[in-house]
């Protein structure tokens, strides 16, 4: 089987689904290192009984989606969606289905959302090289303690995608701890929840939920919240600031909805984040992250049959 991307557009052939190994419970500061460089696994999870429905995964997913396209440098694909009347409308309805305060945070984004040559400016003075980056979208820039122990959280980010047969698409120079992979992963794995329980398939259902657990408690549970300050500190009422309103309601349904405690990062981590001998080219300052989720533009957003008795042949629903 040929490995789908976590970013980009998805290859023909199977979804990626959940491999019978997934990252290893506990802190990754605890997690051995292995010849590779990956993080140990281990197979004796956890399974919690994530409460949730198909529909609801369904549209969770795609606003994990939709967040990952909000948040990259501005392009084809999220014109593509404007154009359509995509985006917002999407984002709208997905939302509503979530819950009534991310709706209302949902229609806030609409006010703002204009083509993807107004927005570049915006978004490169955040996140742009060009400007000197305002806010960084790493996940390293914000955890405290030593480097190498950060350097070992992007091996276990690397594990979870590995683990579900994931792999960065060709050409994209961001760091696994990029914001948008961060999203996109929790979308995937959202939308292969939705399609694990349209077959009732409980064992798949808590692989997918081990992983989200361990993913939001570990990780992007941890700092989002940093994020969405400094975005709204400085874009003030932007679009940016209402996306990232967005993100941080839709955390918190997550972490309530999955009962996980992430240990919060401070609000000055002692950390020195950038090292070109560790990172490479890759690093603070690089480019977006070039998300191109499908269904956000046209008639392929519509919601799949949710009453179909059996799901498409390559395990995913029509979109």
Not at 46 to 68: I, K, M, N
Not at 245 to 272: F, G, Q, T, Y
Not at 289 to 304: I, T
């Amino acid at each position: 089987m040929s490995k789908d991307t976590i970013l980009g557009d998805s290859p023909s052939g199977t979804r990626p689904g959940p491999d019978s190994v997934v990252p290893g419970e506990g802190p990754v500061e605890d997690h051995e290192l292995d010849d590779d460089g990956s993080t140990d696994t281990n197979s004796e999870q956890l399974t919690p009984d994530v409460p949730g429905d198909e529909a609801t995964a369904f549209h969770r997913s795609r606003v994990y989606s939709l967040l990952a396209l909000g948040f990259e440098r501005p392009g084809g694909a999220f014109q593509e969606a404007v154009d359509a009347d995509a985006y917002s409308t999407d984002l709208v309805e997905s939302a509503g289905v979530i819950d009534d305060d991310l709706q209302e945070r949902a229609q806030a984004i609409g006010a703002h959302v204009d083509d993807a040559d107004v927005l570049h400016d915006e978004w490169a003075s955040l996140f742009g090289v060009e400007e000197g980056v305002s806010v960084s979208p790493y996940e390293l820039t914000y955890m405290p303690g030593p480097l190498m122990t950060n350097v070992r959280k992007l091996a276990d980010l690397s594990g979870f995608y590995e683990a579900f047969d994931l792999e960065v698409a060709p050409g994209q120079n961001d760091r696994r701890d990029h914001i948008c992979f961060l999203l996109e992963f929790l979308g995937l794995l959202s939308l292969q929840e939705s399609t694990l329980r349209h077959v009732d398939d409980s064992e798949g259902l808590a692989v997918v939920g081990n992983a989200r657990f361990q993913f939001v408690e570990e990780h992007l549970g941890r700092w989002y919240w940093r994020f969405v300050d400094e975005v709204s500190q400085h874009n003030g009422d932007g679009f940016y600031a209402a996306l990232a309103d967005l993100l941080a309601v839709l955390l918190k349904e997550e972490i309530d909805r999955l009962d996980v405690d992430p240990e919060w990062v401070p609000n000055n981590p002692e950390v020195s984040e950038w090292n070109e001998d560790v990172f490479g080219d890759s690093g603070r300052g690089c480019g977006g992250c070039g998300v191109n989720p499908q269904g956000v533009a046209g008639q392929d957003s519509a919601l799949p049959d949710l009453d179909a008795t059996e799901t498409d042949q390559d395990g995913t629903f029509e979109r």
